[in-house]
């Protein structure tokens, strides 16, 4: 009888896992989140050397010729000029140049060996006489006020009035007078195409008159100044009262 008992709990035993498998059975989980990439291999070995290309005799495919590289070609043509571009900055300043060699010697601008510095020319003079100036004839004065150069044969002459042009060049001449009667005076020279006269005609007043004239003079022109008949009165240049003319010229250059 004993041995039955021991039967029945060794089958029910065996039973009751089978039957818990089946019941307690779980459904599979999710798969799970990819990884990171992993790093690149080691480069592989070198292959070995092609064969080298062996030209045929025949037609070629066009695509093996391109891919085949030609001997250069000659060069070609220039092209057209492009726009001009912007301009460059300011470079730096360079560095100072050698002096030059000296220049040759300056030559003087007078005849005979006179140097530059005496090339100088310039006078005034005064007439202080009451009498009317002579018509068409050199008006003469008082010793000059100023005339240079001083000593030797002056560029000047008080005593014909006319002035001799030592130097050639441009000069400045200019009168100025002062009369109770209408006077007319003129600069007069060779230089001169046309006659150059000014006149003052009186006021019953003391009438002051000027004039001047720029010249170009080569040596030996000579000017001066003259009085000329005009619109005066016979009673006017026969009158003897004061008069006054001043006659002045200079070198310029």
Partial sequence: MGGYYGLVFLVVFTLIPARCDESCGERDGRAGEAGAPGRDGYPGAKGEEGEKAVMLEGPVDEAVLRRLKGEAGGRGQQGVMGPKGYRGHLGAAGQPGEPGRPGAEGKGIISGGQGA??????????????????????????????????????????????????????????????????MCLNIASPALTNSLGFCDYNRNTDQVLSGGVVLQLTAGQKVWLESFRDQQKPTEYRDSQAKQIIFSGFLLF
């Fill in 117 to 182: 510095q005496m090339a100088r020319s310039a006078f005034s003079a005064i007439r202080t006489h009451n009498s009317y100036p002579g018509f068409g004839q050199p008006i003469t004065y008082e010793p000059a006020v100023v005339n240079t150069p001083e000593g030797g044969d002056k560029d000047f002459n008080e005593a014909t009035g006319h002035f001799t042009c030592r130097i050639p060049g441009v000069y400045y001449f200019t009168f100025h007078s002062m009369a109770k009667v209408s």
